[in-house]
């Protein structure tokens, strides 16, 4: 699709009919510069407003967007208002914060709540090596920053987290990763820690990749590895009781019939099985059963799990598995399974993705069971289908039901595609060749960040793109949309920057 720059006058304004790609046509600065506290943040606003522009903030509904993909079952649906429409897509302004740290994952958000002292909304991210940031998204102005007190020890290195933080549902308090291996509980209101809980006892090999997750009373948390799969590790998944930060519950992809974390990763004879999908932990609604997918490693159907998507119980007890019959094939060419994790969709159905560029449905209750015989079992999918463009699949789908029909939108650097769910079986309704990484839906309008350095807004049944708005380069990260404002952090957690930002396009006044 072409891409039009549009900068943007009162005469233009009045005149567009059709909705264009937006650029930053100036700026005005309304920050200060970065303290060693983190109490501020460079920011600035592109963009004039203008009296043709102006829409009421009162009439923006407010809202939440407490963790990656908006909830514990990760669909990616966000509220079903936004105040952002296809209307008014035109009046937005980006604000560009400034901030100490990358952050290759996406931000979360709350309204209306105590923050030093008075109520306002809250902008939270993590950076790649910890550091978590509270911000005022209305000015850019940093609230405050935790750092975890060992930074100086990886800050600028290899060892670092891309998991998107998560909020208690309480809403005083958030959960954070940092890249020593711990879980951290934070003071929403002042950013001070409550408790830490390592889930590593190798936190050099062992990696917090995927997002954060909350399941009734426990924090979900996953461990995968680093590039080049050093040996040893262990992907595993552990619960972490909100309240007293006690490690009550772990699942170990390799050596499973060990239900502590594995000590040292070295007594187990088998490495790798990452568990790094950006969604993590899926938490199916209703019943509390997490579904999770593994990467590269040893399958025996027992006791490893390598290439595998797995059901557990609410608290970790091995259900239910699904492991593609060409599971060594894919362990020997390093093609993950567990590049992204498993999506719900309904009817008791699942989709799995992964580096060979298949999505792959699954009718859960229908898998063979991970004891006895059931355990060595493979195959038994419904479907295989492509992947947008055959591509690797990192990202997370989202699926959205609208018109009594159910949606899956993936995205890959192969483009993003629709596909509809009938009679248990996937079919693609529309291509797009942006790529992208892991889509939203909000407002009626799905949102895919390009890495390439775009923010593009399509019509979720049609495919048509609306509006793409300027960014800059990137790798993970992905968009949240929630009271008139589009938040979108930029950049490459691989280049090992301590310095980053954060785009919030916003409706004027928001």
Not at 213 to 221: H, L, T, Y
Not at 236 to 261: F, K, T
Not at 323 to 330: A, C, D, I, S
Request: glycine letters at 12%; one cysteine or more; aromatic letters at 6%.
């Amino acid at each position: 699709m072409t891409r039009i720059s549009l900068c943007r006058t009162p005469a233009v304004a009045v005149a567009v009919a059709v909705l264009l790609t937006l650029a930053a046509c100036g700026s005005s600065a309304v920050g200060a510069s970065p303290s060693a506290n983190g109490g501020q943040y460079n920011s600035t606003n592109s963009g004039a407003e203008t009296a043709t522009d102006a829409v009421s903030p009162a009439s923006v509904p407010d809202g939440d967007w407490t963790r990656f993909d908006y909830n514990a079952q990760r669909s990616g649906v966000g509220p079903a208002r936004t105040g952002i429409t296809r209307a008014n897509l035109h009046t937005l302004r980006r604000r560009t914060v400034n901030i100490d740290g990358t952050v290759d994952s996406s931000a979360i958000q709350l309204h209306g709540v105590r923050v030093k002292g008075g109520r306002r909304d809250v902008t939270l991210v993590t950076t790649t090596y910890g550091r978590t940031l509270a911000i005022d998204p209305r000015s850019g102005k940093g609230l405050w920053q935790f750092t975890p007190k060992d930074i100086g020890s990886f800050v600028g290195g290899a060892q670092i987290t891309t998991a998107t933080p998560v909020a208690d549902p309480d809403r005083r308090f958030v959960y954070t990763a940092s890249p020593d291996g711990s879980i951290h509980k934070l003071s929403l209101a002042t950013g001070q820690s409550r408790w830490a809980t390592r889930v590593t006892f190798d936190a050099t090999h062992e990696k917090i990749a995927s997002a954060l997750n909350i399941s009734g009373r426990w924090v979900v948390a996953t461990t995968g590895g680093y590039i080049g799969d050093a040996p040893p590790y262990q992907g595993h998944v552990v619960l972490i009781d909100r309240r007293s930060g006690h490690l009550a519950h772990v699942w170990n992809s390799l050596c499973s019939h060990r239900i502590h974390l594995v000590h040292p990763p070295s007594s187990c004879p088998a490495s790798d099985s990452a568990i790094w999908g950006r969604s993590g932990a899926v938490v199916e609604p209703g019943s509390g059963r997490i579904l999770v997918a593994t990467g590269n490693a040893p399958f025996n159907g027992a006791s490893d799990w390598g290439d595998t998507a797995v059901e557990l119980g609410p608290t970790l007890d091995p259900l239910r598995h699904w492991t593609p019959r060409n599971q060594q094939q894919l362990n020997q060419n390093d093609t993950d399974l567990g590049s992204t994790s498993p999506a719900v969709l309904p009817g008791g159905l699942a989709v799995q993705g992964g580096k060979e560029g298949i999505l792959s449905l699954l009718r859960l209750n229908r898998l063979p069971r991970m004891t006895g015989s059931g355990g060595h079992r493979l195959g038994g999918e419904l479907q295989n289908i492509d992947a947008p463009g055959r591509a690797l699949v990192f990202t997370a789908p989202a699926v959205w039901q609208h018109a009594k029909r159910t949606y899956l939108f993936v995205a890959t650097g192969g483009g993003t595609w629709a596909y509809v769910l009938k009679r248990a079986r996937l079919h693609v309704v529309w291509k797009s060749g942006t790529p992208g990484t892991s889509p939203v839906v909000a407002g009626g309008l799905l949102y895919v960040y390009d890495p390439s350095g775009h923010m593009d807004i399509l019509s979720p049944t049609t495919g048509h793109q609306l509006a793409s708005l300027p960014a800059a380069g990137g790798h993970w990260n992905s968009p949240i949309v929630v009271g008139g404002r589009i938040i979108l952090p930029v950049g490459d957690a691989n280049s090992h920057a301590t310095s980053g930002q954060l785009f919030i396009y916003h409706l004027p006044g928001r």
